[in-house]
């Protein structure tokens, strides 16, 4: 009977390590409305995290793709000095991206809350 105890403050030790990490890994990453996020955008580094067919389907006026699946071979291309928004379908990968850059020393990071799927401003793309 001990011996599921032990293993229950073992579970919960754990998990409350990960949510911590979690937390610690998020500070420093502006979660922005689309409100904030579209207010300068010609000012800032704008990226876009979606795979080449989807950022040619549509995307942010002046952002520039670099696909997650190559992010960490080209991310020393952006601009320390310089705010960076990223932004991706749904929120979750640029979070990672931003985290990676965050390890990177980048200060200014933001990200557009759920992604571009949400987003009503302009879009460009190649029929367009």
């Known amino acids: ?65 670099m696909p997650i699946s190559s992010f960490q071979m080209k991310k020393g291309a952006i601009r320390k000095d310089v705010p960076v928004y990223l932004y991706d379908q749904n929120g979750r990968t640029a979070l990672r991206a931003a985290r990676m850059l965050k390890k990177d020393g980048h200060k200014d990071l933001n990200v557009l809350k759920q992604g571009i799927a949400k987003w009503t401003g302009k879009i460009k793309s190649k029929n367009r």
């Open 1 to 65: 009977m001990e011996s599921w105890i032990i293993a229950l403050i073992i579970l919960a030790v754990i998990i409350i390590v990960l949510v911590i990490n979690a937390f610690i890994s998020m500070r420093g990453v502006n979660m922005l409305t689309e409100e904030e996020f579209g207010k300068d955008l010609r000012k800032v580094q704008l990226i876009d995290l979606r795979e080449k067919d989807k950022f040619e389907h549509g995307h942010i006026m002046g952002a520039r793709n």
